[in-house]
């Protein structure tokens, strides 16, 4: 069997997929390009994605389908980042086999790449269900927020002069369901793609069911988990931006290249890290890189993934040494 240089769980940002069906055609194929250039490297890759702008375009679609026709029911947000997960697993898996196909490096000998529907348990009692946090799909006006608050029962939060949104709890993921035939995959040497959009919330209940429940994990900590459950080297958190900074896009703004979790814990008690965007990654990578020794977590730029991962930039998260 092939012998790695390491592996290493890539988490892609919202600049990977783009927006739209059209952008994300397009996205992919750069995506594609720098996964497998890790690959040619020698770095065994495992892939995880965001799914904002898809779950809020399934989650639309669906809901016009069932105010069309009552004999619809209105989807579940569960089932909606489902649907996600296999769209975006469609496109990224065909960009990189193409790619793979392509490359002199790569195409003798190309790794099989399939997506895995991932659900990801959730507790209960996690105190984000009391605060529902996270917004999630399109703005809606007054009208609309109260319909969809009576008719469907959801939470709708007011933004200034934007209008409404849905708002819904973002709690930890605890455990990866369908961790085992992950990894089994991966030690067979196969690329996965999993955990998209930070996996399909679910809960536990009486004789094992499982049940989807209306709330969005993080992909960034989802990805974490992924990466300690894979015993994984690197934990790589692509998004659009080359280094996490200091007093960020302010005059005194400072660029780092290496952060450790007395730092993280310290600049965070500080607000340097915005919640919702820089804040889950450099605590997700804290967690990674404090669960194991020898570990280490970068927050890069897309492009500069292969630079990054050989320590030419990002900001690298080390362990206390
Ligand atoms: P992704 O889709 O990759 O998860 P996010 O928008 O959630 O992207 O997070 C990346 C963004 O975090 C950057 O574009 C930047 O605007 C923002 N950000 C907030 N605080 C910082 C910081 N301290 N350093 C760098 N970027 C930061
Ligand atoms: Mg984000």
Not at 15 to 36: F, R, S, W, Y
């Amino acid at each position: 069997m092939k012998t790695w240089k390491g592996r290493v769980v890539v988490a892609l940002g919202g600049n990977a997929l783009g927006d739209t069906l059209p952008e994300q055609m397009d996205a992919v194929k750069l995506t594609a390009k720098t996964i497998v250039d890790l690959i040619a490297e020698g770095w065994q890759v495992i892939v995880s994605h965001g799914n904002g702008p898809q779950v809020g375009l399934i989650n639309n679609a669906m809901a016009a389908l069932s105010r069309e026709n009552p004999r619809h029911p209105n989807t579940p947000l569960s089932v909606c980042v489902a649907m996600s997960q296999a769209y975006i697993g469609y496109d990224l898996q065909n960009a990189i086999r193409e790619e793979l196909n392509r490359r002199e490096e790569t195409k003798a000998n190309p790794v099989s790449v399939a997506t895995v529907i991932t659900q990801v348990e959730v507790d209960p009692y996690d105190e984000a269900f009391l605060s529902s946090d996270k917004p999630i799909g399109h703005y809606m006006t007054r009208e609309q927020a109260a319909f969809a608050a009576q008719q469907y029962g959801y939470q709708m939060r007011e933004y200034g002069d934007k209008g409404w949104r849905r708002v819904v709890p973002s709690p930890r993921p605890q455990r990866i369901v369908e961790v085992d035939t992950i990894r089994t995959l991966a030690d067979a040497g196969q690329m996965v793609i999993a955990c998209g959009g930070g996996g399909i919330p679910v809960v536990r209940q009486k004789e094992g069911h499982l049940q989807g429940t209306a709330a969005v994990i993080d992909k960034d900590f989802c990805a974490a988990l992924l990466a300690e459950e894979l015993q994984a080297d690197a934990l790589l958190i692509l998004t659009n931006v080359e280094k996490v900074a200091l007093n960020y896009g302010k005059p005194e703004q400072k660029w780092l290249d290496q952060l450790d979790p007395n730092q993280i814990r310290s600049y965070a008690g500080q607000g340097q890290f915005a919640a919702g965007s820089m804040l889950p990654k450099v605590l997700a990578a804290m967690e990674f890189v404090e669960d194991g020794e020898d570990r280490v977590a970068i927050i890069t730029q897309l492009e500069k993934a292969s630079d990054a991962l050989n320590g030419r930039t990002g900001t690298r998260i080390v362990g206390h040494s």
